[in-house]
């Protein structure tokens, strides 16, 4: 009796089960490839988000910085050629 679960002569929970293995073979290698391999890894990887968390929030504050900067100046410009204006009218 063939069963329907079968692929060739492989059925299909040991398909799956091979897929499963060279998954995680190859997650490992590929960690392994960018140094996250062993049990500092978790370590790590929390110290890169927390770098990346701040390299966020720097860009943020720096954007503000310079659209707060540039309002001032422009305000501060008016309010100067207002006040020169004003100054030739007296």
Do not use: C, P, Y
Not at 56 to 74: H, P
């Amino acid at each position: 009796m063939t069963s329907r679960n079968t692929i060739g002569s492989i059925t299909k929970d040991e398909l799956v089960a091979m897929i499963a293995k060279g998954s995680e073979d190859g997650a490992l290698k590929a960690l392994a490839r960018v140094g996250l391999h062993d049990e500092n890894a978790v370590h790590d990887v929390k110290e890169l988000r927390s770098l990346l968390d701040s390299w966020r929030q720097t860009k943020r504050t720096v954007r503000s910085t310079v659209i707060k900067t540039l309002t001032v100046g422009i305000l501060g410009f008016l309010m100067g050629a207002s006040f020169l204006k004003l100054k030739t009218w007296f």
